[in-house]
């Protein structure tokens, strides 16, 4: 198996998408992909504001219009926002010639990794605790769906979760190559 044309991260809020993506990109030797940053590039204005004066429904078009777009791109490793997943219509648009993988992530761990971040305009609230928990319930069953590899990240450094995710988005690492070679030696002595 040789790699696929993209791979697709999905998952919450502090799911690690865009560490975990940028360093996975730079492994297989893909270019990195980050729809949440491309859309406030290219709108010349962070999320928060676009939540403020476009609401998120004004966000979720945009983010179907970069979707549209970013599925053309081949050789890409692109991390999507956490709520991507919600419109039906950008489903077609995640799985196109990708390998889409769900970082799945505990509650605790998105409280943890989101707690000082003030970008996240669904989190600007008394408890965005509640939220996390919320969206989870909703979303997890769309990710699983979604989902070619669920990978988990709990306790794990980026750098593990991304060894891991090398050897599934492509067997032909060096360790099975490896294993290919002996056990062609074993098929040529007679042993296997
Ligand atoms: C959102 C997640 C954010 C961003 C926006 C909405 C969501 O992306 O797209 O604030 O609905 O979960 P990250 O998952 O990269 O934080």
């Keep these: 198996?040789?790699?696929?044309?993209?791979?697709?991260?999905v998952g919450p809020m502090g799911a690690g998408k865009s560490t975990i993506g940028r360093m996975l990109a730079k492994e297989i030797g893909y270019r990195f992909l980050d729809s949440d940053r491309i859309i406030e590039d290219r709108c010349?204005?962070?999320?928060?504001w676009i939540f403020d004066v476009e609401g998120e429904d004004g966000f979720r078009q945009r983010e179907t219009a970069m979707l549209r777009e970013l599925a053309?791109?081949?050789?890409?490793v692109l991390a999507t926002g956490g709520g991507a997943v919600m419109r039906p219509e950008n489903h077609?648009?995640?799985k196109k010639a990708s390998v889409v993988v769900y970082l799945r992530t505990s509650i605790e761990q998105q409280v943890e990794r989101t707690r000082k971040d003030r970008n996240r305009p669904l989190?600007?609230?008394?408890?965005p605790e509640a939220v996390l928990r919320k969206l989870f319930a909703i979303r997890d069953p769309i990710y699983t769906e979604l989902a070619d590899i669920v990978m988990h990240t709990d306790r794990k450094s980026p750098r593990l979760v991304?060894?891991?995710l090398v050897n599934r988005v492509n067997p032909k690492t060096p360790r099975h190559k490896r294993q290919r070679r002996k056990e062609g030696r074993q098929y040529a002595k007679g042993t296997s």
């Design 162 to 164: 991304v060894r891991q």
């Design 92 to 94: 077609e648009l995640l």
């Design 1 to 9: 198996m040789s790699l696929p044309k993209r791979v697709v991260l």
């Design 44 to 48: 010349g204005a962070n999320i928060p």
């Design 72 to 76: 053309e791109e081949e050789s890409t």
């Design 123 to 127: 989190l600007q609230n008394d408890d």
